[in-house]
């Protein structure tokens, strides 16, 4: 454990310090650092040893991250980006679905594949990565309604690409038929149900909250309330039967782990914002008329309440952003582990053909939403720039390995999809954030520009 301990903090260093010195994002670093560090020392200790451990490795972890990620998004971002993020996270989504249902069997002729199949595959290699965006965009100056749409896409594009994994493909591989009746009200169910209960949940983690000032208990109570709900929704069936209903409806635990961090997040800077505009209050009452002491000592005390609180949340983001990082690392330790390079190379053309329809299809649903954002007044202009921006974002992880898990063992073509989604998520790690790079480099100082323009 000791050696497995100094393994995953020698890497992150060594990630780290690449970026800062040589602009080498993170995600890129760690992934070539844990394959270089897998293939000379990987005798040495093993973090899981197979793709259904490190399946359950990221179910572990990827609450931590989901919550590091919704700390950065606010109440006033999602109002004013909802439409466009809906567009890009759920319709751009559900018509790439469509276009791999129509190209599949061309692109895969040899393997007879269902629609079934094929909405499972796509689905899988459709969830990106929203750890390796932040990563990069961190590194530079960037508009923020342009890092809203791409990090804001990512988050909740794991969400519509899982519940099409899991409530259209999966349940059509097992026999189920699709109907749009069907998918309309699976769709709505799932989705309002688990922001009803992402909520909610969120609410009784700041009455937790309340009960403590100190900076790593709060810390904690953030973490309950991510992976608390998280769990809860995955398994909210099990209440449902506790309570005699005999359900098995299913959540979305990303989701609700989103909507229950942003709600705690967003009550808690209210609060701060609330406090600070009393701050101003109090201060204009002191420059306008004489003030007793009570006064005054009130005034300071509150001050420093707010000013505590401020610094504690702050603190408690940093915190969790620290964590988040780690379990990214340990994320790319584990991948590396699950690297079959024999398997990959066999089946190089099915990973080539999917990483190009892929990057294709993406490329023609951001256009598409360019198109439309650049009709109407209610949404931000996309240009060309930005269109490459969010084009080459879909950075796939994790989560795309945790649905291949859930394909049963005896589907035929699981051989083939494990090196397909594999394949493209290393390929995309490198390709796409290469080319990221290189395209916020080139355009760094109308980004900035644009960016300065943001704040007048």
């Known amino acids: 454990m000791i050696t497995t301990l100094l393994a995953i903090a020698g890497i992150l ?8 010195k040589f602009k080498i994002p993170s995600p890129l670093g760690l992934i070539s650092l844990s394959f270089l560090f897998h293939v000379f020392l990987g005798e040495e200790f093993m973090l899981t040893g197979d793709a259904e451990h490190f399946a359950m490795l990221v179910l572990f972890l990827l609450p931590v991250l989901l919550i590091s990620d919704s700390l950065e998004l606010s109440v006033d971002d999602l109002k004013q980006h909802g439409l466009s993020l809906f567009l890009l ?19 895969f002729s040899e393997y007879q594949l269902s629609t079934a199949a094929i909405i499972v595959l796509f689905a899988m290699v459709l969830a990106t990565d929203p750890v390796s ?9 960037l508009p923020h309604q342009l890092k809203i749409l791409c990090e804001g896409e990512s988050l909740f594009n794991d969400a519509t690409a ?22 309309t009200e699976v769709s709505l ?18 009455l937790i909250m309340k009960t403590t000032i100190n900076r790593t208990a709060e810390m904690m109570v953030l973490l309950m309330v991510g992976y608390g709900s998280f769990e809860l929704a995955e398994h909210f069936y099990t209440l449902l039967n506790m309570l005699g209903m005999n359900s098995h409806m299913h959540l979305s635990g990303i989701l609700t782990c989103i909507f229950a961090t942003i709600t705690v997040n967003h009550i808690m800077m209210k609060a701060i914002e609330d406090d600070n505009e009393q701050i ?24 420093k309440m707010s000013v505590e609180e401020r610094d504690r949340h702050v603190r408690t983001k940093e915190d969790v952003q620290l964590l988040a990082l780690v379990a990214n690392t340990m994320l790319f330790v584990a991948m590396a582990e699950v690297i079959d390079l024999s398997l990959l190379w066999q089946y190089k053309t099915e990973i080539l053909v999917m990483f190009l329809a892929t990057t294709v299809i993406r ?12 009709q109407t007044d209610k949404m ?30 005896s589907f035929e073509h699981l051989e083939m999809f494990k090196a397909v989604v594999i394949g493209v998520i290393l390929l995309s790690t490198f390709i796409y954030s290469t080319i990221l790079i290189a395209i916020i480099s080139k355009n760094q100082a109308i980004f900035s520009k644009e960016k300065a323009a943001e704040h007048h």
């Open 13 to 20: 260093y060594l990630a780290l310090q690449l970026e800062d």
């Open 89 to 107: 996270s759920v319709v751009a989504v559900a018509l790439s679905v469509v276009a791999a249902i129509l190209v599949g069997n061309t692109l």
């Open 133 to 141: 965006v932040v990563s990069i965009f961190s590194k530079f100056e």
């Open 162 to 183: 899982l519940i099409v994994f899991v409530f259209v493909g999966l349940y059509a591989l097992d026999g189920g038929e699709i109907t749009a009746g069907y998918i």
């Open 189 to 206: 169910l799932v989705v309002l149900g688990s922001a009803a209960l992402g909520v909610g949940f969120g609410y009784l983690g700041l």
């Open 280 to 303: 101003e209050q109090v201060e204009q009452v002191f420059e306008s008329k004489p003030t007793s002491s009570n006064v005054i000592t009130s005034a300071i005390a509150k001050i």
């Open 363 to 374: 490329a023609v649903m951001m256009g598409l939403f360019a198109w439309v954002t650049n």
């Open 380 to 409: 931000t202009d996309v240009s060309f720039r930005w269109w490459g921006i969010l084009t080459f974002a879909g950075i796939k992880g994790g989560l795309s390995v945790v649905m291949l898990m859930m394909i049963p063992a």
